[in-house]
């Protein structure tokens, strides 16, 4: 699910951007340059992938020249040509004033330093939990690790995949484990087999179309995560454009936000082996959580971007 956003602006028209001239713009660090001053003007959101405008043109000018985003320094000064330029000016102007988020436009996010496609049928991956599989799920004796040895997991579990980006992470970082990856939305799944194709990985991932745990059985798991909806009413009230252009299915988690949250713990102890544990993301819940479910021993998880949007609690400890 999504995090906050930074600014938002609605019942604003949709700004109309200067004309460029033949000759103005040359270098893809013009392109970016132009591309902040329109986004900035706008005030645009940014939470898809990027925190701000300067990251948010450097992504799209890359992505619409086929270049990764880490090549930019590399290619910075080089020239576009006439074509490129009219590409580049089109999706500038698009993203200004359908307010749709660039990854949409591209149709491609990165996550961990891998490629995902994704369009409107999926919210756009933007998760901490792939940064908490290589920061907590280690191993080998590493401080702050949850598990002993991530060779050692068998099954694992993605809730809401959405685009199945955290199902493939899954599949990356524990290389003996076969992952299930359940939503119950036919156009994310859809998203996700595509991912899944590309990352070559049909025979360890296995897409599931239900409502949470319902497609499952009695599977157990060693490890469940889960980025599923969390944005209270008051929270899907003041939404940005940006992410009204995502499935609201992937944002509402009900007045308080806990919706899903509720059904999740109550349901996960019947589908994890006796070591296993559930990975949680909630956004800025943290205190709604805790007030829900005092009795668990809920342990929040901080990566380089975010405190306590995370939670991680063991089998035993869920009853």
């Not at 009795?295 to 990566?303: G, I, N, R, V, Y």
Request: negative net charge; proline residues 6%.
């Amino acid at each position: 699910m999504a995090r906050a956003v930074r600014k938002t602006t609605r019942g604003r028209a949709a700004p109309e951007l200067a004309k460029v001239g033949r000759g103005e713009l040359l270098t893809l660090i013009d392109f970016v340059r132009y591309a902040v001053s329109r986004f900035t003007a706008a005030k645009l959101a940014f939470a898809h992938g990027t925190t701000d405008p300067v990251a948010e043109a450097i992504f799209l000018v890359c992505e619409a020249l086929h270049l990764h985003p880490d090549q930019f320094e590399i290619f910075g000064h080089a020239c576009v040509t006439a074509a490129e330029g009219k590409t580049l000016l089109d999706l500038i102007h698009k993203r200004v004033t359908t307010r749709k988020p660039t990854a949409y436009l591209v149709n491609k996010i990165y996550m961990r330093g891998l490629p995902f496609y994704v369009d409107e049928r999926v919210i756009v991956p933007r998760s901490f939990i792939g940064e908490l599989l290589d920061s907590h799920f280690g191993g080998d004796g590493e401080v702050g690790s949850l598990i002993d040895d991530p060779a050692a997991v068998e099954r694992v579990l993605d809730l809401c995949t959405g685009s199945g980006c955290l199902a493939i992470l899954a599949a990356h970082h524990f290389p003996n484990a076969v992952v299930d990856a359940v939503d119950v939305s036919k156009g994310a799944l859809e998203v996700a087999a595509r991912n899944v194709g590309e990352h070559g990985l049909d025979e360890r991932i296995a897409l599931h179309r239900g409502d949470l745990f319902a497609p499952l059985g009695d599977n157990k798991y060693d490890l469940i995560i889960t980025n599923p909806p969390y944005v209270d009413a008051e929270g899907m009230a003041a939404l940005p454009p940006e992410c009204r252009a995502e499935p609201k299915l992937a944002f509402d988690g009900g007045p308080d936000g806990l919706d899903v949250i509720r059904r999740i713990l109550r349901d996960a102890p019947d589908h994890l082996t006796p070591d296993g544990g559930l990975l949680c993301e909630i956004g800025r819940g943290r205190e709604s959580v805790d007030d829900a479910f005092p009795e668990l021993p809920l342990l929040w998880l901080d990566t380089e971007e975010s405190e306590g949007e995370v939670f991680w609690i063991a089998a035993a400890d869920l009853g």
